[in-house]
């Protein structure tokens, strides 16, 4: 089975919040499960998910979303919420004296990394040295010196070396007075046990005050196990997640924040050594989610029908007017309003529309009958009884669809007429009505 990451997983979950009619309890429990299930595939802690989700739940079906702001708006917003906080606060590191030493997989960006934050820490005014302990890579030596020489840091090698141990030591040494220390390390393709007793040597003759594990944003899955292994090995404090100017959103970073508890200090966006970004978890979840995307999709739902919009329709046909008008607007309600679906459903004659209507398929049909109507004057608006064969073929040309579509929408005009009109001339109904329209309106979803 391929499962989806972790970010297009939970843009699914926002999809299904932003399409749906509304929001209650069934469609809560619905995406709190989805969202524990697309965590749990990413390897996050199982505590740690049900904490969230849990919380999820519970604020979803208890807040009540602030003012100008919908009810989908603010589920969406309480998961956006929620996995920030698994992230965790975020830590910079220290600008201050310290030695580093960067692990990661082989061709996650190890090297390239410890070249910008040397950088990064040459910038800020402190004396900065690489040692390179990558005995593995027959280019690793020669890749980290060119790094060192091109930001102006001091750089230590023994070439020939096969004792990463050994080296780490004697550059250590080399380095007694130097500021920052940063040890480049191997990678290898997996997670071997002697990489792992490697690294471990290495981090004891060291005594890294911060062990930085550097994983590319497209490890996805693998994340978790990969950050658990060296965790386990040299107990990682950081993490740094590379190639963020790809099409990866790092996904994986959540599990690997997850299994290790450390925070994310820096991205990588590009190959050069300037391309190192502090961290932000804002930024970093909006990317996962695509808020891009759900931003817009959240202000498409917001824009469509206010309540006052619905009270001045509904007020409007109990006034007894009912043009092609009214029937539009009184369809717009019901495909895009979510708390006032029910309501506006049980106004009368509304086309073919049941509670259980497929807001899809009508929102299709509606779309096809704004397009008829924006091609009908105001005239044949206000009064579509004027609208005879010509100027059906007009409209429907002028509408791109076919003359039968015009008379599909003429006919459920008359339809809905023809009810609307014998439900006003009904005193009993239209009371009915009235009263459950003021009690739809004073109770917030
Ligand atoms: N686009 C992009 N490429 C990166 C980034 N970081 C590293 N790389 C590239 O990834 C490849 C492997 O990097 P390297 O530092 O040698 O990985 P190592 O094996 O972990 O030391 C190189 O081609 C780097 O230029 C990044 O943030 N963005
Ligand atoms: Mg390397």
Request: hydrophobic share 40%.
């Amino acid at each position: 089975m391929v499962l989806e990451n972790l970010g297009q997983s939970l843009r699914n979950v926002l999809k299904k919040i932003t399409g749906a009619s509304h929001i209650d309890e069934a469609l809560v429990k619905e995406i709190t499960r989805d969202i524990q299930r697309a965590l749990l595939q990413s390897d996050i802690n199982v505590k740690l998910v049900l904490e969230m989700t849990k919380e999820v739940e519970r604020r979803a079906l208890s807040e009540e979303p602030p003012a100008g702001t919908s009810p989908k708006e603010h589920v969406v917003r309480i998961i956006y919420d929620e996995l920030i906080r698994i992230l965790g606060q975020p830590r910079p590191l220290p600008v201050a004296k310290q030695t580093i030493m960067m692990v990661g997989l082989y061709g996650q960006g190890k090297t390239t990394t410890t070249g910008k934050l040397a950088r990064y820490f040459h910038k800020k005014g402190l004396s900065v040295g690489v040692i390179a302990a990558d005995v593995h890579r027959p280019a690793a030596y020669d890749q980290l010196k060119q790094i060192a020489d091109k930001v102006g840091v001091l750089f230590y090698g023994e070439p020939g070396e096969k004792d990463a141990a050994r080296i780490a030591a004697n550059g250590m040494k080399h380095y007694s007075t130097i500021d920052v220390v940063l040890v480049d390390t191997s990678g290898r393709h997996a997670l071997e046990d002697d990489l792992i007793a490697e690294l471990k040597n290495v981090a004891d003759v060291v005594k890294p005050t911060e062990r930085i594990l550097v994983l590319d944003a497209a490890v996805g899955q693998q994340a978790g196990p990969q950050a658990k292994a060296f965790h386990d090995a040299v107990g990682v404090t950081s993490v740094i997640i590379t190639k963020m100017d790809g099409t990866a959103k790092g996904g994986g970073a959540l599990s690997a924040v997850a299994q290790t508890k450390a925070s994310i200090v820096f991205i990588g966006v590009g190959e050069h050594l300037t391309d190192l970004e502090p961290f932000d978890p804002t930024r970093f979840i909006s990317r996962l989610l695509g808020m891009g995307d759900i931003q817009s999709l959240l202000e498409a739902a917001k824009d469509t029908v206010s309540e006052e919009q619905a009270a001045e329709t509904v007020k409007k046909m109990m006034g007894g007017r009912f043009t092609l008008k009214e029937m539009y607007e009184q369809m717009e309600m019901l495909t895009n309003m979510g708390p006032l679906k029910k309501l506006v459903s049980m106004l009368p004659g509304m086309p073919g529309l049941s509670e259980k209507m497929d807001v899809e398929e009508s929102q299709k049909k509606l779309r096809r009958f704004k397009f008829i109507m924006d091609s009908m004057t105001d005239e044949e608006m206000e009064d579509p009884k004027l609208i005879k064969s010509t100027r059906i073929n007009r409209i429907a040309r002028g509408a791109g669809v076919e003359a039968k579509d015009v008379r599909e929408l003429l006919k459920q005009y008359n339809m809905s007429k023809k009810a609307v009109k014998g439900f006003m001339g009904n005193r009993k109904l239209r009371k009915q009505l009235m009263k459950q329209f003021s009690s739809e309106m004073g109770q917030s979803e």
